[in-house]
């Protein structure tokens, strides 16, 4: 199952299902790790003076999907090659 799945956006939490990749924590199993860091507040842009120079939500919104989409589109390439080597081959290695 993808994670959209089992995460069923705007139904009641106690309706999700847990698998291996996809599971809640609670507050004291994440304070329990080595290195916890709960901080999340936003990057600072140096570039930025002030808090009224960001763009919209809406402008950070697509901004950041247009770099995940180019990040998506880099892993097809490798996969694609990839997968050409693994043809070739017979094997991967």
Do not use: C
Request: charged share 35%; proline share 2%.
């Amino acid at each position: 199952m993808q994670f959209v799945d089992l995460y069923k956006a705007g139904r009641p939490r106690s309706e999700r299902v847990e698998s291996e990749r996809s599971r809640s924590f609670t507050y004291d199993d994440l304070l329990a790790r080595d290195k916890v860091n709960l901080d999340l507040r936003w990057l600072k842009d140096d570039g930025l003076q002030d808090a009224a120079d960001l763009p919209v939500s809406e402008v950070l919104a697509r901004e950041i999907i247009e770099q995940h989409e180019a990040a998506l589109d880099e892993f097809n390439v490798i996969a694609a090659s990839l997968e050409e080597l693994t043809d070739k081959s017979g094997e991967l290695g």
